[in-house]
């Protein structure tokens, strides 16, 4: 999905069903009455062959306090900061009413990119209505009308250009990932340089875990400032937010991300907006930073949000935070050291740094921690060394012969970085257990110091055929014969 829209206006403008025709489904409730729709609504919107994520707002009223029209309210405008567009609708047959107005300066001033949507456009009764809309001040109104589809073309030509912009944006802000490394041996160097971070492609760093693990916390404290809203209560931040700055010399973007509880504790529809918005920074990022809390570490969530970093290909740090209050402190990093390594096999090696967001302490250590695992998941190896590597691992430890067909490894090189990535050649690729390729990896990981850091190994297939079989072998022909019948020199 390139762009995020979300629908917004008065209670019974249309949003809804403007909705349910960009999904393609009925799925928001639609009715004549106004204020159906209280929660935010997700969907995956098409409009032509533009793909984007819609959002279902309840309808804008004016109310501050905690009423529930208030409480929608503020759930309406957080999906407004958290939508790269916003489609503001009207009713052109109602024309503009004060509060449309009082909204429109809201949207001006909170959204960069605002579509003013005058719906129910069809017949002569709402062409006042839409020409009133252009004192909102907000451009030209787009004439829709959501029920009967009119209007869905010329907004598909207002999203394209911005849908390209979008999607450069996030090529731009995109890690490179899984890059194609060259067979030629030539250009496998062992000295060769780690693409390291400049202030035009920062290192991207995603800050991770459950509600009020101290996530905007410690980030305040890289800043040096107050940036982030923090408090005792869980789940204070909402959305994905990124900052770049100046780590002690390492350019870096940090995302900021909501705390993610379990699945089947996620009821409100903003708290799963606010996850899936930090699910997208992991994929955006290039280490994660796992901050666990100290008083409770390694909760399964903790470990669901580990197993999806590395299932990501991220490289993975775990911090533990709130350390200054730990009172048995060497105990504690024993037992929670045995504990990492026992819950997440798939991690074994990767840092442990113990970190208190709220002194600062342990965060040059955190940062130590963090070029290392970027350097690691940058690594390269020679094709000529890993081949002496598995025929080593080879000899100590053969590959087991199912069904008494045994499996040659013939070959391996490394196809890919970012996270490593390596392919070997063999025969019956289909019949090697899961445990020699661990036994492989954990092997790649001790010998080539790659503690942590995602490891992918693809066993490929090649065939034992001799490659002239079949094919016609040309007999001598006369000129043969005629070689054969000569004299043998004296």
């Given at each position: 999905?390139?762009?995020?829209?979300?629908?917004?206006?008065?209670?019974?403008?249309?949003?809804?069903?403007?909705?349910?025709?960009?999904?393609?489904?009925?799925?928001?409730?639609?009715?004549?009455?106004?204020?159906?729709?209280?929660?935010?609504?997700?969907?995956?919107?098409?409009?032509?062959?533009?793909?984007?994520?819609?959002?279902d707002?309840?309808?804008?009223?004016?109310?501050?306090?905690?009423?529930?029209?208030?409480?929608?309210r503020?759930?309406?405008?957080?999906?407004?900061?958290?939508?790269?567009?916003?489609?503001?609708?009207?009713?052109?047959?109602?024309?503009?009413?004060?509060?449309?107005?009082?909204?429109?300066?809201?949207?001006?001033?909170?959204?960069?990119?605002?579509?003013?949507?005058?719906?129910?456009?069809?017949?002569?009764?709402?062409d006042?209505?839409?020409?009133?809309?252009?004192?909102?001040?907000?451009?030209?109104?787009?004439?829709?009308?959501?029920?009967?589809?009119e209007?869905?073309?010329?907004?598909?030509?207002?999203?394209?250009?911005?849908?390209?912009?979008?999607?450069?944006?996030?090529?731009?802000?995109?890690?490179?990932?899984?890059?194609?490394?060259?067979?030629?041996?030539?250009?496998?160097?062992?000295?060769?340089?780690?693409?390291?971070?400049?202030?035009?492609?920062?290192?991207?760093?995603?800050?991770?875990?459950r509600?009020?693990?101290?996530?905007?916390?410690?980030?305040?404290?890289?800043?040096?400032?107050d940036?982030?809203?923090?408090?005792?209560?869980?789940?204070?931040?909402?959305?994905?937010?990124?900052?770049?700055?100046?780590?002690?010399?390492?350019?870096?973007?940090?995302?900021?991300?909501?705390?993610?509880?379990?699945?089947?504790k996620?009821?409100?529809?903003?708290?799963?907006?606010?996850?899936?918005?930090?699910?997208?920074?992991?994929?955006?990022?290039?280490?994660?930073?796992?901050?666990?809390?100290a008083?409770?570490?390694?909760?399964?969530?903790?470990?669901?949000?580990?197993?999806?970093?590395?299932?990501?290909?991220?490289?993975?740090?775990?911090?533990?935070?709130?350390?200054?209050?730990?009172?048995?402190?060497?105990?504690?990093?024993?037992?929670?050291?045995?504990?990492?390594?026992?819950?997440?096999?798939?991690?074994?090696?990767a840092?442990?740094?113990?970190v208190?967001?709220?002194?600062?302490?342990?965060?040059?250590?955190?940062?130590?921690?963090?070029?290392?695992?970027?350097?690691?998941?940058?690594?390269?190896?020679?094709?000529?060394?890993?081949?002496?590597?598995?025929?080593?691992?080879?000899?100590?430890h053969?590959?087991?012969?199912p069904?008494?067909?045994?499996?040659?490894?013939?070959?391996?090189?490394?196809?890919?970085?970012?996270?490593?990535?390596?392919?070997?050649?063999?025969?019956?690729?289909?019949?090697?257990?899961?445990?020699?390729?661990?036994?492989?990896?954990?092997?790649?990981?001790?010998?080539?110091?790659?503690?942590?850091?995602?490891?992918?190994?693809?066993?490929?297939g090649?065939?034992?055929?001799?490659?002239?079989?079949?094919?016609?072998?040309?007999?001598?022909?006369?000129?043969?014969?005629?070689?054969?019948?000569?004299?043998?020199?004296?």
């Open positions: 999905m390139s762009f995020t829209l979300a629908i917004v206006g008065r209670p019974n403008v249309g949003k809804s069903t403007l909705f349910n025709r960009l999904v393609g489904k009925r799925l928001a409730l639609v009715d004549d009455q106004p204020g159906v729709t209280r929660d935010l609504r997700e969907g995956e919107a098409r409009l032509g062959d533009l793909r984007f994520t819609v959002i707002t309840a309808g804008l009223e004016d109310a501050t306090d905690d009423s529930l029209q208030g409480r929608m503020r759930l309406t405008e957080r999906a407004v900061d958290m939508a790269d567009i916003c489609l503001f609708m009207i009713d052109a047959r109602v024309g503009v009413t004060p509060i449309d107005e009082m909204f429109a300066e809201i949207l001006r001033k909170r959204s960069k990119h605002v579509i003013l949507a005058a719906n129910k456009g069809e017949g002569k009764a709402a006042a209505g839409v020409l009133e809309a252009w004192n909102l001040g907000l451009g030209e109104p787009l004439r829709l009308s959501a029920e009967h589809g209007g869905m073309g010329e907004l598909f030509h207002v999203l394209i250009p911005l849908a390209e912009e979008f999607e450069g944006r996030a090529e731009a802000e995109a890690p490179d990932t899984d890059l194609v490394l060259d067979e030629d041996e030539g250009d496998f160097d062992e000295d060769l340089p780690v693409r390291w971070p400049t202030e035009s492609k920062p290192l991207q760093i995603a800050v991770v875990g509600p009020n693990a101290g996530k905007s916390t410690l980030i305040n404290q890289l800043l040096g400032e940036r982030l809203l923090t408090g005792p209560e869980a789940g204070i931040t909402r959305d994905a937010i990124s900052l770049t700055m100046d780590w002690d010399g390492l350019p870096i973007r940090i995302w900021d991300t909501a705390g993610m509880r379990k699945r089947a996620v009821q409100e529809k903003l708290e799963k907006l606010s996850v899936s918005d930090g699910l997208r920074a992991v994929k955006f990022a290039e280490v994660v930073v796992v901050l666990l809390d008083a409770i570490p390694f909760e399964s969530q903790d470990l669901r949000i580990a197993d999806l970093a590395e299932r990501e290909g991220r490289a993975v740090v775990v911090a533990v935070n709130k350390w200054d209050i730990e009172e048995d402190k060497q105990d504690k990093l024993r037992d929670m050291r045995e504990a990492f390594e026992r819950l997440l096999p798939q991690l074994r090696g840092p442990l740094v113990t208190s967001a709220k002194t600062g302490r342990g965060l040059d250590r955190l940062r130590q921690a963090v070029e290392k695992v970027y350097t690691t998941w940058n690594t390269r190896i020679p094709t000529a060394q890993l081949n002496r590597w598995l025929q080593g691992m080879v000899e100590a053969p590959p087991p012969a069904q008494g067909k045994r499996i040659k490894l013939r070959y391996m090189t490394q196809a890919k970085t970012r996270p490593p990535a390596f392919v070997v050649m063999c025969s019956h690729p289909d019949k090697l257990p899961e445990s020699y390729s661990r036994y492989l990896v954990n092997g790649l990981r001790a010998d080539f110091d790659m503690p942590g850091t995602p490891i992918r190994l693809f066993m490929r090649q065939g034992d055929k001799n490659p002239y079989k079949g094919r016609r072998v040309k007999k001598p022909g006369s000129l043969g014969k005629h070689l054969k019948n000569l004299p043998k020199q004296q």
